[in-house]
């Protein structure tokens, strides 16, 4: 293969624009969010990832399944890994923002272009963010933990039977539901206001982490309700898609990912 194959694309870093402050935020519509979403479905149509998502979801859930089979102390955390997977939806979704965006621009969509994004002049500024995004998830998980053995205590969990009937049939199964899903919820929306645009605004522009960061949240700021909505349907599809043993996650997080790169071209301005 070429040596100019494994480079960032010239053309694309010659179209980047350098920008130094919060550039103009368009106000939307909720009606707006359903084009963004066709769109998304058209990208996937055109250029379908559903096997990658699988190469890459399914060892995480053999993984998860071979650790529950040596023992049951990883139940409490099964929830909490399922859900933070849209925590870290931002990152995986780096290669759909690209492949949309070169889409738009009417270049090759052929998949090694997906891995051009290590070559992009913002890696740094994308690692940067990846690692926050990380982090979060990280202590988003050992919050879980500890809420879970705040409110248990030292339980033995003995079989997943046992363990679905404390948290569901429990005054402190209901509290662990209640609580959890209120601090879950404080880190969807954190993760949400820093990460809504950011990634495909390094994809597209010559900023800092910092300044994506502080678009993304000028983008919640100024559109409130249809950024609660779009959050809604994050976590709604990411919820049905997780229900047939992960497989529809396969459809849902590509089209998510294309979505949100037309979401970014609506909300931000040239």
Known sequence: MPKAATQYDPVVDLNRTAVKSVPKI??????????????????????????????????????????????????????????????LGPIAALGMYELSRRR????????????????????????ALGILLTVIFLVWLVT???????????????????????????????NLILIGCGVGFIFAVVVLSISVISFPMLLDKDISAALAVQTSVKVVITNPIPIMVWGAIVAGSMLVGSIPFFVGLCVVMPVLGHSTWHLYRKVVAE
């Open 144 to 174: 879980a933990l500890m809420l879970f053995k705040t409110i248990f205590g030292t339980t033995e969990i003995t079989s997943i039977g046992v363990f679905i009937s404390q948290v569901l049939t429990t005054p402190a199964g209901w």
């Open 26 to 87: 368009n106000k939307i519509t909720v009606e707006d969010l359903m084009d963004v979403i066709a769109r998304g479905l058209s990208d996937f149509k055109q250029k379908p990832s559903h096997i990658i998502l699988l190469v890459v979801i399914y060892p995480i859930i053999g993984l998860l399944a071979a650790r529950m089979a040596a023992g049951y102390d990883i139940i409490p955390l099964v929830f909490p890994i399922v859900t933070g997977f849209a925590l």
């Open 104 to 127: 738009e621009k009417g270049m090759s969509l052929a998949w090694r272009h997906v891995f051009n994004i290590c070559h992009s002049p913002a890696i740094g500024s994308i690692s």
